[in-house]
């Protein structure tokens, strides 16, 4: 919140989402991955040494069990940075809310102060009278040092 009130405060903004951190780049890398793996296999390219067909079902159905798991997590992480982002303009809307009151109350007592100035103009603040004082400037003497090939 800002320590000042000599302006109206910004609405905030809504965002559709928070920004990605390291685990979720790195479970969508890996669901990536997974899905290249999976077309590797489908397309039975040499990438892997398959020899029987129990072992390439095997695989198959493996790298589709955990690709299908992890694009469900890339999706659930998805959705908890979107309430997350939600909750988030939430708080910042209150807290906007509660500033804006507060700007308004000032803004008018400052509106109300300089109306009943601009009604009395008669009335005005006597300056403060200033001492007159004398101030001793002490210089220190400069040192006279010679160049180098003086000496």
């Known amino acids: 919140m800002p320590k000042t009130f000599d302006r ?6 809504v965002r559709r989402r928070i920004g990605r951190d390291t685990t979720e780049v790195m479970i969508t890398f890996l669901a990536l991955l997974g899905t290249a793996g999976i077309v590797a296999v489908l397309l039975r390219l040499s990438v892997f040494d398959i020899s029987s067909q129990e072992e390439y079902d095997q695989t198959k159905y493996f790298l589709m069990a955990s690709t299908v798991v992890l694009w469900l997590v890339v999706v659930r992480l998805e959705l908890t940075a979107k309430r997350k ?7 910042q809307m209150k ?3 509660i ?9 008018s007592k400052k509106l109300e102060r300089d109306a009943q100035n601009s009604m009395n103009p008669n009335v005005m603040i006597p300056p403060k009278p200033v001492s007159n004082q004398m101030v001793e400037i002490k210089s220190e003497p400069e040192v006279v040092t010679g160049s180098d090939e003086e000496n």
Not at 85 to 91: F, G, H, V
């Open 99 to 107: 500033m804006r009151t507060k700007w308004l109350e000032i803004a």
């Open 8 to 13: 109206a405060p910004e609405l905030p903004k």
């Open 95 to 97: 807290e906007y809310e």
């Open 85 to 91: 982002a939600e909750q988030l303009y939430d708080t």
